[in-house]
């Protein structure tokens, strides 16, 4: 179960790289990084709700906090999707 495991990992991150360049060739680096946010957003505010039992409370300073690390993560992957326009998936 743990090799299946790694191996799953390994696949789904190498390949996510793959898809990443795929995906520029029909949208713009803006795009896809706010559209892979946005799903990304969707699974977890799903998944959170689903284990709080829906009472789900956000405190205005934890809203701030949120905020800047979405801000965070879509920087990045912006940035990597940016230099992906540059060089080769592989």
Do not use: C, P
């Amino acid at each position: 179960m743990a090799y299946g495991s790694v191996v799953l990992a390994a696949a789904l991150w190498g390949g996510s790289i793959v898809a990443q360049k795929m995906a520029l060739t029909s949208f713009s680096a803006v795009e896809a990084s706010v559209l892979r946010d946005i799903g990304g957003l969707a699974i977890l505010l799903a998944t959170w709700w689903s284990k709080e039992g829906g009472a789900v409370r956000v405190s205005g300073a934890d809203a701030r906090l949120l905020g800047l690390l979405g801000l965070g993560v879509l920087g990045n992957h912006l940035l990597i999707l940016m230099g992906l326009n540059y060089v080769s998936g592989g």
